[in-house]
């Protein structure tokens, strides 16, 4: 009887501690990512480049390279850079856009990528996409996953407090995102990848359950942890249905329709899934998730993050319109106005004040 299995990419390191930052250059010699130490290293001109000073002699034989912004251009441009200067590996050390550029101008010159985020705002940080500005607005770009992800548990507290709470926002969603999966499987005979979708909902439902907040080092260790394991998920079932349903819909909509007032990614996320679960008749759920959000300092309400409700009935309704193909409680309801309206009101009631 044959022995079947697969092969699910998944970086060859997963370093999440207090310090981890200060044994970078030990990690990628030990782990063979880099026995030359001839590396690359994309940080950005804030978080990133405070922290070279602290990082640089531990990685004596790196070149530094300042990347501009989270835009294709800049990218391509980090990419033209580092292009022919024999690295073992690009180091991508800073916030989101950063990782981001890194991952897309790796892939671009055949490199393996070494995610250090220093903030825990998303589940990019090892995901399979980068997430770039372009000329039409924002594009996704299937990337490979990262060979390392290292995350100093002390580097990530001492982000703004907005930034970890995002990252909260983001990996709650992700209950949300497997119910709307589960949906498009009954309704539409979508299939669904038990294995990513059992690490998406355990990854959310680990930093739903856990009582300690963002100051505590416990909490951190397990919100870097269901963070990455979101990206693995995603990798695994090869897009992002994992951690994307009519939660990341709002948040696009809000992207889309209100382009400079948005919030965060993971604020706008977090708010989309606790509405979602509600939608879909989980009353309580979304209760729960409401009162989590709550405590940890995330918005469950639009007036919460500058919106208005009308704004937020428009961006609900809009919706579906950002992941054409993709089957949520959106598409499944195809709700209008009025009657966004009257649920809204009644998930207000329901969620408290």
Not at 14 to 19: M, S
Not at 21 to 35: K, M, N, Q, T, Y
Not at 215 to 227: I, M, R, S, Y
Not at 260 to 282: D, K, V, Y
Request: with cysteine; glycine share 12%; proline share 5%.
């Amino acid at each position: 009887m044959p022995v079947l299995t697969r092969l699910i990419p998944s970086p060859v390191v997963v370093d999440i501690r207090a310090g981890a930052l200060d044994d970078l250059g030990c990690v990628l010699a030990d782990e063979r990512i880099s026995h030359s130490g001839k590396l690359a290293v994309a940080v950005s001109g804030g978080s990133g480049a405070r922290l070279r000073e602290r990082v640089a002699p531990s990685l004596p034989g790196a070149d530094w390279f300042e990347v501009g912004g989270g835009t294709l251009d800049d990218a391509i441009k980090l990419a033209g850079a580092m292009k022919g200067g024999h690295y073992d590996a690009v180091v991508g050390l800073g916030g989101g856009k950063i990782i981001d550029c890194a991952k897309f101008a790796a892939a671009r010159i055949g490199l393996p990528l070494v995610a250090v985020p220093t903030n825990l705002a998303h589940d990019g940080l090892c995901s399979p996409v980068a997430t770039l500005d372009n000329d039409a607005g924002r594009g996704s770009y299937g990337v490979p996953n990262p060979i390392a992800v290292v995350i100093d548990l002390d580097v990530v507290r001492a982000a703004p407090a907005r930034f970890v709470r995002a990252g909260i926002g983001d990996a709650v969603s992700n209950v949300s995102a497997i119910a709307d999966w589960e949906l498009a499987n009954r309704v539409k005979g979508e299939k669904i990848d038990g294995l990513a979708a059992a690490m998406a909902r355990q990854a959310g439902e680990a930093v739903l359950r856990h009582p300690g907040g963002i100051g505590d080092n416990d909490f951190l260790q397990v919100l870097a942890e269901a963070l990455v394991l979101t990206g693995i998920a995603m990798s695994v079932s090869g897009d992002s249905r994992p951690a994307s349903g009519a939660c990341h819909e709002i948040n696009h909509a809000f992207d889309l329709l209100f382009p400079t007032r948005a919030a965060s990614h993971g604020e706008q996320c977090g708010l989309g899934a606790a509405f979602a679960m509600f939608l879909r008749g989980s009353h309580e759920e979304s209760a729960q998730m409401a009162e989590v959000l709550r405590r940890h300092g995330l918005p469950v309400l639009p007036e919460e993050i500058g919106f208005t409700p009308e704004e937020f009935f428009r961006a609900v309704e809009f919706a579906p319109q950002t992941r054409p193909g993709r089957y949520t409680i959106l598409e499944h309801l195809d709700l209008k106005t009025d009657q966004i309206k009257d649920l809204y009101a009644d998930y207000v009631k329901a969620i408290g004040s």
